[in-house]
């Protein structure tokens, strides 16, 4: 099983980003899908979550109105669009699935199933 996380980068403060986190040897469409964060000397925190059936979406107060994550099934690929970036959305951002949650527990994580790799999201002033 693999999660492929891309699409960090540096950028200023108001640019955009889309991550994508594309799953190989797991099916997605069974799992609730996640983004994690973990910025320098701080926990790794969920920021973002959509369950199974695309039905539902959950976000931090942090990204709230500004991040849109995102699924696509047939391709086996989760995003997160972040725009509005700010400094303080600096951080590594892995990807993350779980099976067997519901909606009011998207954003409860704290153990998934499967983590993919980091990618580095720099913002700048």
């Known amino acids: 099983v693999q999660l492929q996380a891309s699409g960090g980068g540096s950028v200023q403060a108001g640019d955009s980003l889309r991550l994508s986190c594309a799953a190989s040897?797991?099916?997605?469409?069974?799992?609730?899908m996640m983004w994690f964060r973990q910025a320098p000397g701080k926990e790794r925190e969920v920021i973002a979550a959509i369950h199974w059936s695309g039905g539902a979406t959950r976000y931090a107060d942090s990204v709230k109105g500004r991040f849109t994550i995102s699924r696509d099934n047939s391709k086996n690929t989760v995003y997160l669009q972040m725009n509005s970036l700010k400094p303080e959305d600096t951080a590594v951002y892995y990807c993350?699935?779980?099976?067997?949650?519901?909606?009011?527990?998207?954003?409860?994580?704290?153990?998934?199933?499967?983590w993919g790799q980091g990618t580095l999201v720099t913002v700048s002033s």
């Open positions: 040897g797991l099916t997605i469409s069974r799992y609730a």
């Open positions: 993350a699935a779980r099976g067997g949650v519901i909606a009011s527990q998207l954003l409860g994580v704290k153990t998934p199933d499967y």
